[in-house]
């Protein structure tokens, strides 16, 4: 394993509780975003059930929306053989990139590669979406995190696989993750779980794509 250790942290992306932003990411899209995962992958179906139901009641897109908000996440494959996970500063276990939605962020896959490219320092223009569509939502329970006001409360997570053929990690977010380093699919896989056999099976992936 590439193991990088952090450098300077990097300004939080975070805005400040009560400030008002125009999103640019419509609960509808979102909502139509789960509609067609849940038809692609229906016996997701079940687990995905109570994050639809809330969704349907809005007020989920920003991160200070409880019970529950949304999240993105960035699946890297480089070469097909390796895939880029970072050290969570908050939860102290090695997972995707990944974080909140912005007001800017034009769409989901727009902010997994801005949310991978801020937490890793990695090119985005040596990047490119394995696909276009999320390859794994996830919804899973959050704890408290009282130093940012926030309660407990559920994420739903977008993930989506990108690909390259030599970006490595540059500046990482010191705010946000201790370290990133490269692991081998099958390790990668046991520590995270069945989204990156995902990402790793895509057109593309095992060439590592083109850059933009």
Same mark, same amino acid.
């Given at each position: 394993m590439t193991h990088v250790e952090p450098q300077q942290p990097a300004p939080s992306a975070v805005r400040p509780r009560g400030e008002s932003d125009a999103w640019s990411i419509r609960q509808a899209d979102i909502t139509q975003e789960l509609a067609a995962y849940i038809q692609r992958y229906p016996d997701e179906a079940t687990p995905l059930a109570e994050p639809k139901r809330l969704l349907a009641r809005g007020g989920c897109t920003s991160r200070h929306d409880f019970p529950m908000h949304f999240t993105v996440g960035a699946l890297l494959v480089r070469a097909g053989t390796e895939i880029l996970l970072v050290q969570h500063r908050a939860y102290g276990i090695w997972l995707q990139p990944g974080g909140h939605l912005e007001p800017s962020d034009a769409t989901l896959l727009d902010a997994a590669l801005r949310e991978l490219a801020e937490e890793t320092g990695v090119d985005p223009q040596q990047v490119v979406p394995a696909t276009h569509a999320p390859v794994y939502i996830e919804y899973g329970q959050v704890p408290a995190r009282p130093v940012k006001g926030e309660p407990e409360h559920h994420h739903l997570d977008f993930g989506y696989a990108f690909t390259t053929r030599n970006a490595d990690v540059g500046q990482v977010q010191e705010s946000e993750v201790t370290g +990133?380093?490269?692991?081998?699919?099958?390790? @990668? @896989? !046991?520590?995270? +779980?069945? !989204?990156?056999? !995902? @990402? @790793?099976v895509l057109p593309g992936s095992a060439a590592g794509g083109e850059a933009r």
């Open positions: +990133g380093g490269w692991y081998p699919l099958s390790e @990668a @896989a !046991r520590l995270v +779980g069945h !989204r990156i056999q !995902r @990402a @790793a």
